[in-house]
């Protein structure tokens, strides 16, 4: 074949700089292909050109012309490899190419006997990663001897280093006797093809009312030092699964699984996926996938997160096809990582379902957890007996006055020091391994490790200057605590100059001290501009999210998972959007954990309606617009009156603040930073300061309080109204933060 023109060409060529900076670097690469007219078309299928793991790649080759698919001849760095290919259609071609060498290759297609060429430059990274989430954290903690697999036993000891295991596939069926997936052998799938099946095997009813053998198909493996797990129904081993040859038992679709939590999520491999025996969604015919990094119990760090996500579909698709669509679901630290790669991956999500949501982990749970801290710290023990029970909730915000001890808890994520002598609402540096908690950072090991959320993104903001410590964008400087509490009465001027006056700050190692803590400058700007702090008007405008939960605002014994924390992702959305029409919320159903439950099952049924219609527009609408034209009518926001001996579902839009029936079942409640002002959006890390302002309040402050007030807030107090100080921007999608040099938005640890 003549190695003639490029008519389709990826550049991947770029200049990485060595040297940390706080600029974003350039590349040649870009995540839009400029494709020249040509008569043929080369597409990855199961990943970006330039994103290629594990030396696997599923390619197609089309023609657009009236020439024959049989015509084409197709190199692999100049070796024929026309014959790994099989006709998919009259007009294209499709293989399944393995043992790339690690960078880049190069792959050709043209006709027999022509001369224009079509080109496609491939870059493949190991299987262990990384490929854009920049430098794998050390040390990491392999447990593939922990992880309990549906048949029983374990997955077994790693292989080397990154924690690798080989590649296995179970088949396990439903004991109606023992009520569990029992192991079932390639001894009995024969007896199961001459009908001879176990007495025990239990039968699923799928959503079409067709009753077959309850039998999964499971695929264990690792990918970027995470274990995953594939499962679907599956009717006999003996049936032939690969990219052309799918489950006679799935439907074509994919939905991706994810686990909470973050407290503890650090330095390890994790030893539970998010769940993919879910027998509700096997009734509808999906397949399931998850891993360990897409728990946050194990990996708290959405960066890290996605990247997953992306090597993980790879595996999937390489396995078994492109699905018709994926959507992600999870719940709490599920909802963090389905919003984040949604907006910052565009792509490997078609739709989201999400509950106990939030916008993402860097800003407003941070925010809200970091005020909690500092507020139970000083009605404790600096202001003892200074304000009431029902004023230290005032000035909270929340539902429930034990949230604000409940939720200082949470800032352990952010403190890299166990205190074994503190109580619980101050303690921090948790790790789920005793094995690292040996070797965790302290004032007797300050290379230790640091267990908290920012060093586990230290590849996006970067080290404090000579140390191994994060940067961090945490900020309270200028913020007016209780502003709202006082100007509702429920304190006193006094108080609330006291509190500003003595509310603190905390340095990088989460101790409490008398200054307020500013962000780290460059920290705070690359929040914005990397997505670590969702921006929303990406991907994630793009596609349907149904928003989901129970009612915990008024727990007796507080909670985190506020309503206000969803209308924040809605606000942001609108900010950026015009509209949040693609974004349904739905309160106080019957949700469970599983999609068995009536309510849940129906919104995973909503949501297949919505995104076929998508699929199906053949408008010449933009996407955004498509995804609201296509949304079903019988899907609306709304709630459910439970009071009564009939559950009654009430389909009203749902709003933060009003007086309508779901408003009054489902109250929300602000956290501390929306009482001193903050916008809905709480997307603001470091606030513009003006000079304070008497029309702030409504109560009237003596001369010298006045006069004391101003010495409080010297630099001035927060102008919510004018965004961000660093005024950064989200800078696009794909973004890389090495080692691929393509979309590279910064380099910063090494």
């Avoid at 027998?279 to 990996?299: D, M």
């Avoid at 669509?325 to 949604?342: D, E």
Wanted: charged share 20%.
């Amino acid at each position: 074949m003549r190695k003639t023109i490029l008519l389709y060409t990826l550049l991947t060529t770029a200049i990485i700089s060595a040297c940390s900076t706080e600029e974003p670097m350039e590349t040649a690469g870009s995540t839009e292909i400029e494709v020249a007219r040509s008569a043929i078309f080369i597409e990855t299928l199961s990943t970006k050109p330039w994103l290629v793991t594990g030396g696997d790649v599923l390619v197609e080759v089309t023609i657009a012309d009236g020439s024959s698919v049989d015509l084409l001849e197709i190199e692999l760095n100049g070796m024929d490899v026309t014959h790994h290919f099989i006709n998919v259609s009259s007009k294209s071609k499709q293989a399944l190419l393995k043992d790339l060498p690690d960078g880049e290759s190069v792959l050709t297609a043209g006709l027999s006997g022509g001369n224009d060429l079509t080109t496609l430059r491939i870059t493949n990274f190991p299987i262990n990663g990384p490929i854009i989430s920049g430098p794998h954290q050390q040390p990491f903690y392999c447990q593939s001897e922990e992880f309990l697999l549906i048949s029983g036993g374990v997955l077994g000891v790693p292989s080397d280093a990154n924690c690798s295991v080989a590649t296995r596939v179970d088949y396990v069926y439903w004991s109606v006797e023992n009520e569990a997936f029992q192991p079932f052998s390639f001894l009995m799938s024969e007896a199961f093809q001459n009908a001879e099946n176990p007495e025990d095997l239990g039968t699923i009813t799928l959503a079409t009312g067709e009753v077959l053998p309850y039998i999964v198909r499971v695929e264990t493996g690792t990918v970027n030092r995470a274990i995953y797990e594939i499962a679907m129904l599956h009717q006999s081993p003996q049936e032939q699964v690969d990219p052309w040859n799918r489950s006679s038992s799935w439907n074509g679709k994919l939905v991706y699984t994810h686990g909470g939590g973050c407290r503890s999520g650090w330095y390890q491999q994790g030893n539970r996926t998010g769940g993919v025996m879910r027998e509700g969604l096997f009734a509808q015919g999906y397949a399931v996938v998850s891993s360990t990094l897409n728990v946050f119990g194990q990996n708290c760090n959405d960066l890290l997160a996605s990247e997953t996500h992306i090597m993980v579909k790879e595996r999937f698709i390489e396995n078994y096809g492109v699905p018709e669509y994926t959507i992600a679901t999870g719940s709490s630290g599920g909802s963090y990582q389905s919003h984040q790669t949604a907006d910052n991956y565009p792509g490997v999500f078609d739709g989201i379902i999400v509950a106990a949501s939030f916008p993402d982990v860097t800003s407003a749970t941070i925010f809200t957890v970091s005020d909690s801290r500092l507020l139970n710290h000083y009605f404790t023990e600096v202001a003892p007996e200074m304000f009431t029970l029902e004023q230290q909730r005032a000035v909270s915000g929340f539902g429930s006055w034990a949230s604000i001890a409940n939720l200082a808890r949470g800032a352990a994520r952010l403190d890299p020091l166990y205190q074994f002598d503190a109580s619980l609402e101050e303690q921090g540096g948790e790790v789920s391994i005793s094995a690292l908690g040996l070797q965790l950072y302290g004032s007797t090991s300050p290379q230790g490790i640091r267990a908290t959320v920012y060093d586990h993104t230290a590849n996006v903001y970067g080290l404090v200057e000579g140390t191994n410590i994060a940067q961090r964008p945490l900020d309270n400087f200028g913020v007016q605590y209780g502003l709202r509490a006082l100007n509702t009465l429920a304190i006193t001027p006094q108080q609330f100059i006291n509190l500003n006056r003595d509310i603190g700050g905390f340095d990088h190692d989460m101790n409490h001290v008398s200054e307020r803590h500013r962000a780290d400058p460059g920290a705070r700007k690359r929040a914005l501009e990397s997505g670590r702090i969702l921006n929303g008007g990406a991907g994630l405008s793009q596609i349907p999210i149904i928003d989901y939960r129970s009612y915990l605002d008024d727990a007796l014994d507080g909670n985190i998972h506020m309503l206000v924390h969803q209308f924040s992702t809605r606000q942001r959305l609108l900010n950026q959007n015009g509209q949040a029409t693609n974004h349904v919320m739905q309160i106080g159903g019957l949700w469970g954990f599983d999609e068995e439950s009536p309510d849940l099952g129906d919104l995973f049924r909503q949501m297949d309606l919505w995104i076929t219609g998508i699929q199906d527009d053949r408008s010449g609408s933009s996407p955004s617009e498509k995804v609201v034209a296509n949304k079903p009518a019988s899907l609306n926001d709304a709630c459910w009156d439970n009071t009564g001996d009939e559950r009654i579902k009430i389909d009203e839009e749902q709003t933060f603040r009003g007086s309508s029936r779901c408003n009054e079942l489902y109250p929300a409640y602000p956290t501390p930073r929306h009482v001193a002002g903050a916008p809905l959006a709480n997307n603001i890390v470091s606030c513009q300061l003006r000079p304070i302002n008497s029309a702030d309040y409504a109560v009237g402050f003596t001369q010298a309080q006045y006069a004391e007030l101003d010495r409080v807030f010297p630099e001035g107090v927060c102008d919510w109204s004018k965004g961000d100080v660093s005024a950064a921007n989200h800078q696009g999608t794909w973004r890389s933060f090495g080692p691929s040099p393509v979309n590279l938005l910064y380099q910063l640890v090494n």
